[in-house]
T-cell receptor
Framework: EAGVTQFPSHSVIEKGQTVTLRCDPI?????LYWYRRVMGKEIKFLLH????????ESGMPNNRFLAERTGGTYSTLKVQPAELEDSGVYFC?????????????FGSGTRLTVV | AQSVTQPDIHITVSEGASLELRCNYS??????LFWYVQSPGQGLQLLLK??????LVQGIKGFEAEFKRSQSSFNLRKPSVHWSDAAEYFC??????????FGTGTSLTVIP
């Protein structure tokens, strides 16, 4: 089966611009997660979708970040306007159910650089 | 609060040498612990996980990890490192909401 797909793989934008990251989970996985790794720091949780609903968005850093999952399939994460500190690698993961750690598959990430 | 500490930012080992990557966790209940690896251009790949039972866990690619509750540790080991093991390694604990808490990662360089 196809894994979790993220694109673009890299994005370089100027401060103040808008960027949209996309994640395609494994087909049939209701749970979709976004994580972020800022340079030199740990990978941190951003939010969790169950189908199209936001189950937990406690990790979203501020209101410049908007995540959507229309139709419960792919998800987008929009940053508007982007700031320098938003640079990092954004990971998406999906799982079929909520058994702890079960079947949690990560994508290869989107490396975002804000200049 | 949950947290994971990986004290070694970067480690260099010779090919064929043994490897141990350290991981300490802080978690109020029984921890569910993981090791992931990220090779360049790849996603996070699960190496192994510990939920309960035998404290020595075997994973893929010849890796193993030992859970030591008294030391709050979950160190990753491999008896003989291969050049293809060069990557970044992440230890993580997951909470009941299936949310992962990762360490800052350890970058492994393997020299011939």
């Amino acid at each position: 089966e196809a894994g979790v797909t993220q694109f673009p793989s890299h994005s370089v934008i100027e401060k103040g611009q808008t960027v949209t990251l996309r994640c395609d989970p494994i087909s049939g996985h209701d749970n979709l997660y976004w994580y972020r790794r800022v340079m030199g720091k740990e990978i941190k949780f951003l939010l969790h979708f169950v189908k199209e609903s936001k189950q937990d968005e406690s990790g979203m850093p501020n209101n410049r970040f908007l995540a959507e999952r229309t139709g419960g399939t792919y998800s987008t994460l929009k940053v508007q306007p982007a700031e320098l500190e938003d640079s990092g690698v954004y990971f998406c993961a999906s799982s079929q159910d909520l058994d702890i750690g079960y079947g949690y598959t990560f994508g290869s990430g989107t490396r975002l650089t804000v200049v | 609060a949950q947290s994971v500490t990986q004290p070694d930012i970067h480690i260099t080992v010779s090919e064929g040498a043994s490897l141990e990557l350290r991981c300490n966790y802080s978690y109020g209940a029984t921890p569910y612990l993981f090791w992931y690896v990220q090779s360049p251009g790849q996603g996070l790949q699960l190496l192994l996980k510990y939920f309960s039972g035998d404290t020595l866990v075997q994973g893929i690619k010849g890796f193993e990890a030992e859970f030591k509750r008294s030391q709050s540790s979950f160190n990753l080991r491999k008896p003989s490192v291969h050049w293809s093991d060069a990557a970044e390694y992440f230890c993580a604990v997951v909470n009941t909401g299936n949310q992962f808490y990762f360490g800052t990662g350890t970058s492994l360089t393997v020299i011939p």
